[in-house]
């Protein structure tokens, strides 16, 4: 299992960036997606995250201003980032719980990583 994260770069803030993560590999279920980020000199944190259903779950910090979504395919999550301010600043990480493999064992999948930078 693979997750291809992409859609970082330098925006200014006030600014908008769309991510896109896409799972593929030998994928039977996807329970959810998230994004997570982490700043330099901070830990881990989730930033928003879907279910199978749909029901998605924000932090606190960027309700109102992100929006995370599926794509038709399922396989495929994207965070809308709306009104970028310069604590946005952080390498975000694409998140899969997903049963896969020829015994469908369940596991969190993590992406590559991808930097957002929101300059003042």
């Known amino acids: 299992v693979q997750l291809q994260a992409s859609g970082g770069g330098l925006v200014q803030a006030g600014g908008s960036l769309r991510l896109s993560c896409a799972a593929s590999g030998s994928i039977f279920s996807i329970n959810s997606m998230a994004w997570y980020r982490q700043a330099p000199g901070n830990q881990r944190e989730l930033v928003a995250a879907i279910t199978s259903r749909g029901s998605t779950n924000y932090a606190d910090s960027v309700k109102g201003r992100f929006t995370i979504s599926r794509g038709n395919a399922k396989n495929t999550v994207y965070l809308q980032m709306n009104s970028l301010k310069p604590e946005d600043t952080a390498v975000y990480y694409c998140?899969?719980?997903?049963?896969?493999?020829?015994?469908?064992?369940?596991?969190?999948?993590w992406g590559q990583g991808t930097l957002v930078t929101v300059s003042s």
């Open positions: 998140n899969a719980n997903l049963a896969a493999g020829a015994y469908f064992i369940t596991n969190n999948y």
